[in-house]
């Protein structure tokens, strides 16, 4: 079985200021990991993604997330926060030595970011 | 390249009446999967498609909901009757062969059953 818990539902940052949107996961077998972010009205777009090479994995728009094992966790950061950041990110897992090879989404963090 | 399309991209319905989704995944992509994304929670698996054939339809409604992939491409979501609690965003996605690779996801259609 696998899981994502996001522990935040809201995070609301200053424009220029550091982002963490945090993320544990449960897995029986070594997980792929990905963050994923949804614009108002737009698709889903990958972030990035960890699949068992460097535990710290560097993404699109400046955002990285490092892999965890000891700690379950696959926190998102991004050094400085820019207003087209806001919507709603995703952490997702996947495990891919099971047969289910579907993606599992965690609840969403909604990311609120002020003037 | 182009990326994967879904239509029609809004739909309003009553409930009991019937509606169907289409999807055309990113050519060459083998793995075809449905999600219900209902409004503040995550995407939820219906159904995954290796090729033409069903891998994962665990979490599908089978009485109402029925999926198809013909010819191991593009893909047809129905729902019949549909309830009230269907209101949510169906996406469709692709990716190569499955496993943990990137999933592709389309814009999605926004069903609002009244």
Known sequence: ????????????????????????????????????????????QLLLKYTSAATLVKGINGFEAEFKKSETSFHLTKPSAHMSDAAEYFCV??????????????????????? | EAGVAQS????????????AF????????????WYQQILGQGPKLLI???????????QLPKDRFSAERLKGVDSTLK?????L???????????????????Y???GTRLLVL
């Open chain 2, 8 to 19: 029609p991209r809004y739909k309003i319905i009553e409930k009991r009446q019937s509606v």
């Open chain 2, 85 to 103: 609690e269907d209101s949510a965003v169906y996406l469709c996605a692709s990716s190569l062969r499955g496993g943990g690779e990137t999933q």
């Open chain 1, 93 to 115: 897992v996947t495990s891919p030595g099971t047969g289910r090879r579907a993606l599992t989404f965690g609840s969403g963090t909604r990311l609120q970011v002020q003037p």
């Open chain 2, 79 to 83: 729902i019949q009757p549909a309830k």
């Open chain 2, 22 to 33: 289409w999807c055309n995944p990113i050519s060459g992509h083998a793995t075809l999967y």
């Open chain 2, 105 to 107: 996801f389309g814009p």
């Open chain 1, 1 to 44: 079985a696998q899981s994502v818990t996001q522990l935040d539902s809201h995070v609301s940052v200053s424009e220029g200021t550091p982002v963490l949107l945090r993320c544990n996961y449960s897995s029986s077998y070594s997980p792929s990991l990905f963050w994923y972010v949804q614009h108002p009205n737009k698709g889903l």
């Open chain 2, 48 to 58: 995954q498609f290796q090729n033409n054939g069903v891998v994962d339809d665990s």
